[in-house]
């Protein structure tokens, strides 16, 4: 009965491998496997490209080829006919885009490519040409010698290349076309353009702003004379009534006709200045009459004082900020319409925005519109007296001293213990 168990099999015995001959297995076992994939029939689904901004991080590898994008910075090329390809490109896939289905964004990053073209920023104002980027379409040929005419609004040429069939080809101030005259027709040695544009307005003539394809599918980027004429009357419809808008909110016009204020809107243009600007000066005649559409100003009086040490004192001129300027508030109303030195000195106290009129838009204004205006508006902050300038100025200069006494105080009894803030054990108080 001992021997027994010596009939039965005996099951495999386990190779034990030493930990150095392990790693040398599991090492040949994954070149095998990347050799194996590299020549065998899973080779494209290995070919995808790690786009790094899909890349997923919740899933962490341990292959340094997924983390090297990420370190990587992109970089662009400076070269500024690699910069204006790019841009090209860039505005061929957002033209591709219906007008209604482009993002704010989209038409941000248009404005920002349209400014790099010197016909754009030369001739269209910032706040019409992104009003355009909106109703800016795209345009497509995909036949050779096909003539294109440009009579009904602006193209620019996107891929391909043109040539202009009449002199000239495009139309700005310095090059004002009579269509009226018959269109010179250009020569076979001077028919070569890389990029055409024409004017917004339409224009009446047969050949006039006419180009034809010299290469198959040329792109263009197509804007409407009929869209730029509605964006100009969007334009000045919602400046008018902006300025409308800030006239009604000042006190002295409301009791005005609607027809009387439209008339004194349409001379008023927008400026802007920052912080401690002078605006008007005392005892000069105002260049504008201003009306605050935000912002603040400081109001100052002129007043004599005696200055200096005891024995030696002399008079100078100081300044008192005698009140404020808000918003919807207005300045040099009879200063302007009577020819006559305002009696205050105007500095902004912020970033102001204004609502100007300018002397001699004043005489575009009928007699009657003129004597309301000057019934309905006083002399600017001409109620102080002498001695009321002087109070209010012994005021702030007792404040101010009373205030550089009290920080005095405060410094020596703190320095008088050794105590200095951000120093020493007090650096973090």
């Known amino acids: 009965m001992t021997n027994y168990k010596d009939i039965f099999a005996k099951p495999p015995s386990k190779r034990i491998f030493h930990p150095q001959s392990k790693k ?6 994954s070149q095998m496997s990347i050799t194996h994939n590299a020549t065998g029939k899973k080779t494209d689904e290995l070919k995808a490209a790690r786009d790094k901004k899909n890349y997923p991080i919740d899933d962490i590898t341990h292959d340094i080829r997924d983390y090297l994008p990420l370190l990587h910075k992109e970089r662009k090329s400076e070269h500024p006919e690699a910069v204006r390809a790019d841009n090209l490109n860039t505005l061929r896939k957002l033209l ?7 993002t704010a964004s989209d038409n941000d990053k248009m ?4 400014k790099t073209f010197r016909f754009f920023n030369d001739n269209v104002p910032d706040n019409i ?18 003539t294109v005419f440009g009579r009904n609004g602006l193209y620019m040429v996107l891929k391909g290349s043109v040539r ?14 009579d269509s009226r005259s018959p269109t010179p027709l250009l020569t076979e040695e001077s028919k070569d353009i890389k990029i055409c544009i024409t004017e917004f307005i339409k224009k009446i003539g047969v050949w006039i702003f006419s180009v034809e394809t010299q290469e198959p599918n040329c792109e263009f980027l197509k804007i409407l004379s009929t869209d730029y004429t509605k964006v100009i009357t969007q334009i000045d419809t919602r400046s008018n009534a902006e300025k409308k808008n800030l006239l009604l909110t000042c006190g002295r016009f409301q009791g005005w006709s609607d027809q009387t204020i439209v008339q004194v809107a349409k001379l008023i243009e927008w400026v802007s200045f920052p912080p401690n600007t002078i605006l008007v000066s005392e005892g000069y005649k105002a260049p504008y009459i201003g009306f605050i559409k935000s912002g603040e100003c400081h109001v100052l009086r002129q007043v004599e004082v ?7 004192k ?33 500095v902004t106290a912020t970033n102001v925005s204004l609502g100007i009129i300018k002397p001699e838009r004043i005489q575009e204004l009928d007699d009657v519109t003129i004597q309301l205006f000057t019934q309905s508006n006083e002399p600017t902050f001409n109620s102080f007296s002498k001695d009321e300038i002087q109070d209010e100025y012994m005021n702030q200069e007792l404040k101010q001293q009373w205030n550089e006494f009290k920080h005095s105080v405060v410094v020596d009894v703190i320095n008088s213990k050794g105590i200095r803030p951000g120093y020493g054990k007090w650096a973090k108080y």
């Open 24 to 29: 040398s297995v599991e090492k040949f076992s």
């Open 96 to 102: 591709r885009k219906l007008p209604f289905e482009r």
């Open 111 to 114: 404005f920002s490519i349209f």
């Open 129 to 146: 040409l992104k009003e355009l980027c909106v109703v800016a379409l795209f345009e497509q040929w995909k036949d050779t010698d096909f």
């Open 164 to 177: 202009p069939l009449t002199y000239p080809h495009l139309n700005t101030k310095d090059n004002i076309v």
């Open 306 to 312: 005696m200055k200096g040490k005891s024995g030696h």
């Open 314 to 346: 002399e008079k100078k001129m100081k300044h008192v900020v005698m009140g404020r300027l808000t918003v919807s508030q207005s300045f040099g109303e009879i200063s302007v319409l009577k020819d006559e030195p305002i009696t205050c000195s105007i």
